[in-house]
């Protein structure tokens, strides 16, 4: 049996509250919306109860940020892709911002499990003057239980639509992409935090961003394996490879948290209730 699940999410000013409406079918929810920063963000937390998904399964999600509302969106674990018999296993998100929104976008991993056949997918649409702070964090296999990524493939897509497509598949039989320096060099998490904007991002705003990431990253455990650039007008990127999911993701909240500070004047304090379970 496979499952199709979708959920639509629309947040939107209400009395000067972000507030979130939603509607789901299959087996995908929206828990309750917390402030915790006040009225201004509204955070979020969507879950699975089926925990994972197999070949020919399907999750649909789609989130709406209507003119000067801030959703902040995460899960409560990883997304799983078990083993496929052959059909594709697809989690696809599309992200559309109005004008002055903003969206946090911090899903949890996804772990790709040996035979997986899947696919993650992520296409965002800005209007001009909306921003948005999201992440990617992809882990192959199971290495801390000795579960090696052995078989399958994942295909992974992050796209700003008309402006930046980053697309490739890992193959478990690609030993030049997983274990040669020049390619993942025997990692195996991937990661990619990114802030990303329905306007070229100003000259000094986003120098200010690479030097905050720069400085966090090259002083972290993982510094040898992360990049910091910026490659299209529109967009900044970190880019890490880690042994391990911990430690990367680690990283990369530090950094989203400068980034919140800089870009929009929000503080650290108050990240994500889940996180902290």
């Known amino acids: 049996m496979t499952w199709h699940a979708q959920l639509q999410l629309k947040y939107q000013l209400e009395d000067q509250k972000t507030v979130c409406r939603h509607v789901h079918s299959g087996p995908l929810r929206i828990l309750q919306s917390h402030y915790p920063e006040g009225d201004v963000v509204c955070h979020n937390v969507f879950v699975h109860p089926p925990g994972g998904l197999v070949g020919g399964d399907t999750l649909e999600i789609g989130i709406q940020v209507a003119k000067g509302a801030h959703g902040l969106l995460t899960t409560p674990g990883a997304t799983r892709f078990y083993r496929s018999e052959g059909a594709r296993a697809l989690q696809s998100t599309k992200i559309e911002l109005a004008a002055e929104a903003r969206l946090e976008w911090l899903p949890l991993e996804a772990l790709c499990y040996s035979g997986c056949v899947a696919e993650n997918r992520l296409v965002m649409d800005l209007a001009a003057s909306s921003e948005l702070i999201g992440w990617d964090v992809s882990a192959l296999g199971l290495p801390n239980a000795n579960l090696p990524f052995l078989q399958g493939e994942f295909l992974q897509h992050i796209e700003l639509k008309n402006q930046w497509l980053e697309r490739g598949v890992i193959a478990a039989s690609d030993a030049k992409l997983l274990d040669s320096p020049l390619g993942l060099a025997g990692h195996k998490c991937i990661a990619s935090l990114f802030f990303v904007a329905g306007h070229p991002i100003a000259r000094s ?9 720069r ?4 002083q972290h455990a993982l510094a040898a394996t992360v990049g910091v650039t910026s490659p299209h007008p529109h967009v900044v990127v970190v880019r890490v490879l880690s042994p391990v999911v911990e430690p990367a993701m680690d990283l990369l909240r530090g950094i989203r948290n400068v980034w919140r500070a800089q870009l929009w004047q929000l503080g650290d304090l108050h990240a994500p209730r889940i996180w902290a379970t």
């Open 215 to 218: 400085n966090m990253a090259f």
């Open 205 to 213: 705003r986003k120098e200010a961003l690479l030097e905050a990431a």
